[in-house]
Antibody, heavy 122, light 108 residues
Framework: QEQLVQSGAEVKKPGSSVRVSCKAS????????ISWVRQAPGQGLEWMGG????????DYAQKFQGRVTITADQSTSTVYMELRSLKSDDTAVYYC????????????????WGQGTLVTVS | EIVLTQSPGTLSLSPGERATLSCRAS???????LAWYQQKPGQAPRLLIY???SRATGIPDRFSGSGSGTDFTLTISRLEPDDFAVYSC?????????FGGGTKVEIK
């Protein structure tokens, strides 16, 4: 069964960093793009960037360039998203999401979503 | 960046009625790379449609997508109680990938 299991909620101070993990099933990790999408309270969805886990190739939305890093650990089939220099408007639910198999990092729709991780910056 | 504008913001309908949701792009989306998602309160979004008109696995055929270029539509032929939710479109034809602001379909 396909799964994307994310780490738990975080409360952070402005200026600090947060790292959210996403453990994927083997097939997902080996065959799919995994991206991160966030949703601020009462707001729409926002794509942050993604990674091809088996290659470690990543790309990011320009808005987050220099502030976000997405990495993958093949030994545990886990993808990580680190966001630095946190501000209050980074308060959001962060989702890891799966793109189609063998897909392009920058041409992906998302057919499977993690449960979400609430990051509160205060 | 392609900006997606969804309309209306809120759609008030009764079960059994037809829902028509619009997603308009600020520039043409290549190859019809547009997806639709359904989201209920406290839940992650669920993929409904990709490639403008292809239903995702397990999605009932009362959901259909159409359109090309800059104008896309999601139609729910007969609303069921479980369909009242927020619907968002997403383009994946150019970077950055972007989402619309959503349309809420509420019970009238």
């Amino acid at each position: 069964q396909e799964q994307l299991v994310q780490s738990g909620a975080e409360v952070k101070k402005p200026g600090s960093s947060v790292r959210v993990s996403c453990k994927a099933s083997g097939d997902t990790f080996n065959r799919h793009v995994i991206s991160w999408v966030r949703q601020a309270p009462g707001q729409g969805l926002e794509w942050m960037g993604g990674i091809i886990p088996i290659f470690g190739t990543s790309d990011y939305a320009q808005k987050f360039q220099g502030r976000v890093t997405i990495t993958a650990d093949q030994s545990t089939s886990t993808v990580y998203m680190e966001l630095r220099s946190l501000k209050s408007d980074d308060t959001a639910v962060y989702y890891c999401v799966r793109g189609p198999p063998g897909g392009d990092l920058l041409q992906a729709y998302f057919d499977f979503w993690g449960q979400g991780t609430l990051v509160t910056v205060s | 960046e392609i900006v997606l504008t969804q309309s209306p913001g809120t759609l008030s309908l009764s079960p059994g009625e037809r829902a028509t949701l619009s997603c308009r792009a600020s520039q043409s989306i290549s190859s019809g790379y547009l997806a639709w998602y359904q989201q209920k309160p406290g839940q992650a979004p669920r993929l409904l449609i990709y490639g403008a008109s292809s239903r995702a696995t397990g999605i009932p055929d009362r959901f259909s997508g159409s359109g090309s270029g800059t104008d896309f539509t999601l139609t729910i032929s007969r609303l069921e109680p479980d369909d009242f939710a927020v619907y968002s479109c997403q383009q994946y034809g150019s970077s950055p990938l972007t989402f619309g602001g959503g349309t809420k379909v509420e019970i009238k």
